[in-house]
């Protein structure tokens, strides 16, 4: 009784509280990123010992990667447009596409991850580098996973037929909102790292 | 379209047991009982923080005292400033917007009403996570207990060498939980003001308060998630021997003093913003005149918020900053100055010339307009570079922003209470026991924190456990702990009235002070769905208009 949300809906006039919602999300969320980038900036070459992001770092994987991550906004909006359609077959397809980019990306992030922590010998301890990298890539990556486990479940929802294209619509747009959002934060990642970052 | 649920059991309702009708609460998501539950755990914690500061306080009272042990005087300081800060402020505050935000904008409920309870609970388990620091602090070490660093925890003083034990791992678990209840509470009242307004309340029409809480909310959404980042990095260093803020592997201190003040600085107007509000709602109606300069209150709010996310290295200004950077940060703090001065000047120009009825609510908010007058200038001095070396640390700035957060926005709250309570709860508070409130807490808090500036300007640093007699501190000390129980007494008197009033004070009715806002219009306290029919609105005062069909204000709009 008292526990249901007493049933309402805003006036046709105002924006959708869901909308507004993901927008402030995405803007929280934006801050919180910008703590890390600020504090990778402030550390760049400031690690006298241990390994230096020049002698570590190796961009042709990274640049895949990425490719991989930007490719996947487009999937996502691919599979959206199916959807408004109603061709249910055509939007599970570009959903697959979307989560096995953005799970390839994850994989390379493990695969560059590896490398460094094995062969490199840099983990979070060894030095600031380290200590900053592996924070802000690795709440960049965590943020992919949330979000490729939302996508996932839309996928299987939709394979269980329970996707109602007048109902979800909106939903599962503000979903790929946060997908946007989480490539362009690994634009702004990108730079800093791999572009500022490795200046000589 | 709107469906109006069967009317629910009320909690007052005698035939429900205690269990059902606690049960009823733990389980709502209605927001007038979530803005209930959020103040009254946040005066919970008042009370806890109040016994805190009552220690210290005995501990102070004169020279080489031995009420408390230097380490346990530490842990007082560092629990009654966050528990004032994020358990006390924040929660009254937050509550005081979900109870009042979708009544003033003439909605059913707020937006997204179990995130609502997610956001109630988290700060809630956040808040015992931080007391249970007593219990837990301790951790395998056997050392430790309650966090000691201080409310803002300069590092290195929180690096595993100098906090042994998990006090400080519960204080930055349990500010980060409280911190996600805030900012999806947060979330929830810009949708709700951007989504959610009756027909005809357009964006200049809302009540100043839902406009102050709509900045206030953005703020949150800016500033917590910088301290989360701060607190996670910090995590990071304790757990995973990163070396963020450790200062022997080529860490900043620094870096924790700008993140945590970028956060901090706009804390404060988060504190203070709110009381803004209260205080735009109530003088208009005790002086029986329009807000004056409503569009310039807008446009002030506006500004405080956008510059107080500059301001935050003044209180930096010690750490040896290059010259231009004192400047800058000096200059946008005088700048802050400005807008808030505005306010002050359309508060008192409502008031100027309007027939002003001194009921309690008024009499708080006029408190209110000298307390906050005197902190904010003794803020305008702190701003001054060379002046804040002087004094900075000392107790000079405790004088100065006690003035602000207690004079300013504890006595706003206390208004607020009085003049929504009866909304709430249908009954009126006793009068003549709220106009004593009022004056045993302005003679309590002058003669607490008045005295601070001058010990500070003294030399007396704060966070000393003790002091060497025969420097002077001593009569100024005194006199800050005799002030204590005249606060002690304010607030047990408000208890008193409280539960009193609950069971036999006068029947309030839909609108006991002839008000012009929304949350008037429905029943006291309102049913479960605020409005039978939802209203409808063609100016800033809504019903004044109904109230005077022959002069609406929407003539002059």
């Not at chain 1, 030095?127 to 299987?156: Q, R």
């Not at chain 2, 995130?115 to 007593?134: D, R, T």
């Not at chain 2, 620094?254 to 913003?273: A, D, K, N």
Request: aromatic share 14%; hydrophobic share 50%.
């Amino acid at each position: 009784m008292s526990s249901m949300p007493l049933a309402h809906s805003a006036p046709a006039s105002m924006p959708s509280r869901g909308k507004v919602g993901m927008i402030c999300l995405i803007g929280m969320e934006s801050w919180f990123f910008a703590g890390f980038i600020v504090a990778y900036l402030f550390y760049i070459g400031k690690s006298s010992t241990g390994p230096q992001p020049r002698d570590v770092l190796d961009l042709k994987p990274v640049l895949v990667n990425s490719a991989a991550l930007i490719a996947s906004s487009f999937t996502v909006v691919a599979a959206l447009r199916k959807l408004a359609r109603d061709e249910m077959g055509a939007f599970k397809f570009w959903m697959a596409l979307t989560i096995l980019l953005g799970g390839y990306f994850i994989y390379g992030t493990g695969v560059e991850w590896k490398g460094l922590i094995e062969d490199r010998h840099l983990t979070i301890s060894t030095n600031l580098f380290g200590t900053t990298f592996y924070s802000l890539v690795g709440f960049h990556a965590f943020h992919v996973v949330v979000g490729l486990l939302m996508l996932t479940s839309i996928l299987i929802l939709s394979m269980l037929g329970h996707i109602n294209v007048v109902r979800d619509h909106m939903r599962i747009e503000l979903v790929s909102w946060y997908w946007h959002f989480v490539d362009v934060v690994w634009i702004f990642v990108f730079t800093t790292v791999y572009i500022v970052g490795m200046r000589p | 379209m709107t469906t109006v649920p069967a009317p629910i059991h009320s909690t007052s309702d005698p035939r429900m047991g205690l269990g059902e009708r606690l049960h009823g609460w733990a389980v709502s998501v209605d927001h007038k009982r979530l803005g209930i539950m959020y103040i009254a755990a946040g005066l919970i914690f008042f009370v806890i923080a109040g016994l805190e500061a009552t220690l210290m306080r005995l501990q102070l009272i004169a020279p080489l005292n031995d009420v408390l042990t230097p380490q346990g005087f530490n842990q007082m300081f560092t629990m009654h400033g966050t528990t004032m800060v994020f358990l006390v402020g924040m929660p009254v505050l937050l509550g005081f917007g979900n109870y009042l935000i979708p009544l003033m904008i003439g909605a059913r409920d707020m937006a997204f009403p179990r995130l609502n309870a997610f956001g109630l609970w988290l700060f809630v388990f956040g808040g015992i996570l931080l007391y249970y620091s007593w219990i837990g602090g301790d951790g395998l070490y056997g050392l430790g207990g309650a966090p000691d660093t201080g409310w803002f925890a300069y590092s290195p003083l929180t690096s595993k060498a100098f906090s042994v034990g998990h006090a400080t791992d519960y204080w930055i678990l349990g500010i980060m939980v409280s911190g996600f209840g805030s900012m999806t509470t947060a979330i929830n009242f810009i949708a709700t003001i951007l989504c959610m307004r009756c027909p005809g309340m357009t964006m200049m029409r809302m009540p100043l308060f839902v406009w102050l809480m709509l900045t206030v909310a953005i703020l949150v959404l800016v500033a917590l998630p910088v301290l989360t980042g701060a607190q996670v990095m910090l995590l990071l260093d304790r757990f995973l021997g990163a070396h963020f803020f450790d200062p022997q592997q080529e860490g900043s201190v620094i870096l924790w003093q700008h993140l945590f003040w970028f956060f901090g600085h706009p804390e404060v107007y988060i504190l203070v913003l709110p009381a803004f509000g209260f205080i735009s709602e109530i003088i208009p109606v005790f002086s029986r005149k329009v807000i004056f300069g409503y569009p310039l209150m807008v446009a002030a709010t506006v500004s405080i918020a956008f510059i107080s996310l500059g301001v935050w290295a003044h209180h930096m200004f010690v750490i040896g900053m290059p010259p231009w950077l004192n400047s800058l940060f000096a200059a946008s703090t005088f700048l802050i100055a400005v807008p808030t001065g505005m306010k002050m000047f359309n508060w008192i120009g409502t008031m100027w010339g309007g027939r002003i009825r001194f009921d309690t609510p008024m009499l708080f908010a006029t408190g209110f307009l000298v307390m906050f007058l005197f902190g904010g200038l003794t803020g305008i001095m702190l701003a001054v570079v060379p002046f804040d070396w002087q004094l900075s640390d000392s107790y000079f700035v405790v004088g100065h922003f006690h003035y602000v957060l207690f004079g300013g926005t504890i006595l706003a709250v206390f208004a607020a209470i009085f003049y929504w309570f009866p909304k709430a709860f249908g009954r009126m508070l006793s009068e003549p026991m709220g106009q004593w409130t009022f004056w045993l807490l302005m003679i309590g808090l002058t003669l607490v924190f008045l005295p601070m500036h001058m010990s500070g300007i003294l030399g007396m640093p704060r966070r000393v456990y003790t002091y060497q007699p025969g420097r002077g501190f001593e009569i100024w000390n005194l006199i800050s702990t005799i002030g204590v129980p005249f606060q002690i007494a304010a607030v047990l008197l408000l208890v008193i009235n409280v539960v009193k009033s609950l069971k036999s004070g006068r029947v309030a009715g839909p609108d006991p002070w002839d008000a012009w806002t929304l949350e008037w219009e429905t029943a006291s306290p309102p049913p479960s769905e605020n409005f039978r029919k939802i209203p409808t609105c063609t100016s800033a005062r809504p019903l004044w208009d109904r109230k005077h069909p022959e002069d609406p204000d929407s003539n002059y709009e």
